[in-house]
């Protein structure tokens, strides 16, 4: 059905998208811009309005003009979508061409939704499809889909993707471990797909039920979700765990579940939506476009330019990102590479030296097993400035050494290499511990 025939030998999915130079690639964003901006000034009064305030004529815009359309903000379209639900002004075609909403949990309490028509959902599986066969799926390949299978974009979408390739889908889920193991161990497994926290979630209950998770078959892993599996330390103790190679891949709900995979050279994360997809990287401060060449560090910006639902123009995600590689890799592939640094909103100031808390992590990761690595960083209040000392709580290992000598090496580590005073407080393996969440949450604002 849904399986096209790809020969397992191909190098990619879809070679001509993914080798494309940047001259083609340039005149192919230009056409599918000009189309996308046209179809919401058509179908959205929301867009409509923003771009005529700018001064945007669709008919002859060009993909150079591209920096002088208006961002699009979260806040806007939380904002949209209550004055007119369910899916907002950006919304372009009737709720009944609408095939699958999804919702974020929504920082005010009030879900924002995503919903996708037939060809959206197509597109979705294309790009899981060019992500996954980079992480080395082949038809065949049997994939662990350990992700949550609910209103999260990420569990069905992947399911979707890896069956379109012609993989074995385990839909695990998130829940019912115990059964996940016992099918894994019945039906043998390649592959596994799924965040960080959860990766580590799952090999120490294996642990605890005298399993390894390394003798569970899993070759090659993609994880993402959250930095993690590109932070050095973190995916050096999810490699050893699961004995494995492990793939760092990025997403998001408002564009596709994943755009951004690493290619078996693992030198940053390939952009694969070419043709779908223009990703830009600008100054979070200014909004000025930075010239995406190696160790360019700046915000990600995400256009649609082959989205018929709810398309986005200009969207301020609030990743962050350095720009690790341009030009062709030794994979073939030409999409730019880049690492994840963290959220806009998750990074702090201490006395002028930007802070990221995935920064944190690799240093506290440095240390184990006299640290399991979990820690929480505790902010006093709300915005980016930080009196030093930074409160972080650290779990330590099973075996610490002398603890005080582990706080102040752990204090010293962090003054060196991330330039910040600290205040370490030791506390007991698992006190941290996400248990069985996606995602963990480094940072916790407002007071202890
Ligand atoms: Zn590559």
Excluded at 23 to 43: H, S, T
Excluded at 218 to 230: D, K, S, W
Excluded at 314 to 331: A, L, P, S, Y
Aim: some cysteine; aromatic content about 8%.
């Amino acid at each position: 059905m849904a399986f096209v025939g790809k020969a397992s030998t191909d190098r990619f999915w879809n070679e001509h998208m993914e080798t494309l130079d940047g001259e083609a690639l340039w005149q192919l964003e230009e056409e599918r811009l000009r189309w996308q901006v046209q179809w919401v000034w058509e179908r959205s009064p929301f867009y409509r309005q923003k771009l005529s305030a700018a001064g945007i004529d669709p008919a002859g815009l060009r993909r150079a003009d591209l920096a002088r359309l208006p961002f699009t903000t979260k806040e806007e379209i939380r904002r949209t979508q209550e004055e007119h639900p369910p899916l907002g002004g950006h919304s372009c075609v009737p709720f009944s061409q609408v095939v699958r909403v999804h919702a974020s949990s929504g920082t005010t309490g009030r879900p924002t939704l995503v919903g996708a028509t037939a060809n959206d959902v197509a597109m979705w599986r294309e790009l899981v499809a060019r992500c996954m066969w980079a992480q080395g799926v082949r038809p065949g390949t049997r994939a662990w889909v350990a992700l949550s299978m609910g209103w999260w974009i990420a569990g069905i979408s992947f399911c979707e993707g890896l069956q379109h390739m012609g993989a074995t889908v385990l839909p695990a889920g998130n829940t019912e471990l115990t059964r996940t193991l016992a099918v894994v161990a019945q039906t043998g497994v390649d592959y596994m797909i799924s965040t960080p926290s959860f990766a580590l979630y799952i090999a120490r209950f294996a642990q605890e039920r005298g399993i390894d998770p390394a003798s569970l078959g899993v070759r090659h892993m993609g994880l993402g979700g959250e930095p993690g599996a590109g932070i050095p330390e973190v995916r050096r103790l999810l490699e050893e765990t699961w004995g494995c190679k492990v793939y760092d891949c990025m997403g998001t709900a408002d564009f596709c579940t994943v755009i951004w995979s690493e290619c078996e050279v693992q030198a940053g994360m390939h952009f694969l939506g070419q043709g779908l997809i223009i990703p830009e990287v600008i100054d979070p401060a200014s909004g000025k476009p930075l010239d995406p060449a190696p160790g360019a560090t700046g915000e990600l910006v995400y256009t649609a330019i082959q989205r018929e639902c709810v398309p986005l123009l200009r969207f301020r995600i609030g990743d962050v990102v350095r720009v690790e590689g341009t030009g062709r890799c030794d994979c073939g592939r030409t999409g730019w590479r880049i690492r994840c640094i963290g959220r806009v909103d998750d990074m702090f100031i201490v006395q002028g030296v930007n802070v990221y808390p995935s920064a944190v992590a690799d240093v506290v990761s440095s240390f184990r097993p006299r640290t399991t690595g979990e820690l929480q960083i505790r902010l006093p209040g709300q915005g980016p400035q930080v009196e030093p000392p930074v409160h972080i709580l650290v779990e330590h290992g099973q075996t610490p050494g002398d603890l005080e000598t582990l706080r102040q090496e752990l204090e010293a580590a962090l003054r060196e290499r991330l330039l910040f005073r600290a205040q370490v407080e030791l506390v007991p393996p698992g006190t941290l511990a996400a248990q069985g969440s996606m995602k963990r949450q480094l940072v916790v604002r407002g007071g202890r």
